[in-house]
């Protein structure tokens, strides 16, 4: 897959979502004027449904356009090398005496295993660093409420600029929350047309920025050190 062929994927996958939201949202010129503010209230759930679902969708497929790269560990930012070595780092934080990543014997004390695990840790890093890159793609993980501070985590995770989205982020977080009042059955009062026409315009420039951040990141290679 090139970098082109990558944003045209998102593209597409961007395009049926909003086909899909049009669809839902032109059934309101068969509601009576009275229901509209009610029936808006679905068309946030399905507004936040694509919103999360989308920039998990395009976050994966980011990590498997860099899996599929062929990289060494050492090529890319500290971030996705980080995201690359989750077996290592599984391995160092788990004590057991047996590790299929660490060999060196543990000592009778619990108290040196840390230790141990440490020095082991430190001889063995160069290798780790030059393996081939591959990360799980299920690293990505919107924890069912896509808060900012869930975004800026997921981002994190694979080297990603954390600040880009700073000026959505009331927005998003007003929006899950209004999302979550809704589904649980808290929010009685309907959604205005103006209410939901900013959300929508909101979600739309994220996403946007999502496919913008991700195809600048793969066609001028900044996932490279």
């Known amino acids: 897959m090139t970098a082109d062929e990558l944003r045209a994927a998102l593209e597409a996958e961007l395009a049926w979502r909003q086909e899909e939201l049009a669809f839902f949202k032109n059934q309101l010129n068969e509601i009576a004027e009275g ?9 946030v759930l399905m507004l936040y449904s694509h919103m999360e679902g989308y920039i998990k969708i395009c976050l ?3 990590v498997q356009y860099i899996n599929a790269q062929g990289l060494k560990r050492k090529d890319v930012n500290t971030g996705l090398m980080a995201a690359g070595m989750y077996k290592e780092f599984a391995a160092y934080e788990n004590l057991d005496r047996k590790c299929e990543v660490f060999r060196r014997k543990l000592p009778n004390d619990a108290r040196l295993h840390r230790l141990y695990r440490r020095v082991d840790f430190m001889e063995k890093v160069e290798d780790f660093k030059g393996k081939e890159l591959n990360i799980d793609d299920q690293i990505i993980d919107t924890e069912s409420n896509l808060w900012y501070i869930v975004l800026q985590k997921n981002l994190y995770k694979i ?6 989205f700073d000026d959505f982020q009331s927005d998003i ?17 309907g959604v205005t047309a103006q209410e939901f026409a900013n959300w929508e315009i909101k979600v739309s420039g994220i996403l ?9 990141y793969v066609n001028n290679e900044r996932y490279l050190i």
Do not use: C, E, M, W
């Open 159 to 164: 080297g990603l600029p954390i600040n880009l």
């Open 173 to 189: 977080d007003a929006l899950v929350n209004r999302r979550n009042s809704i589904a649980h059955g808290n929010f009685r009062s």
């Open 60 to 62: 994966q497929t980011y």
């Open 208 to 216: 946007s920025g999502v496919i913008r951040l991700l195809y600048d």
């Open 35 to 43: 229901n509209k503010d009610k029936y808006r209230k679905s068309l």
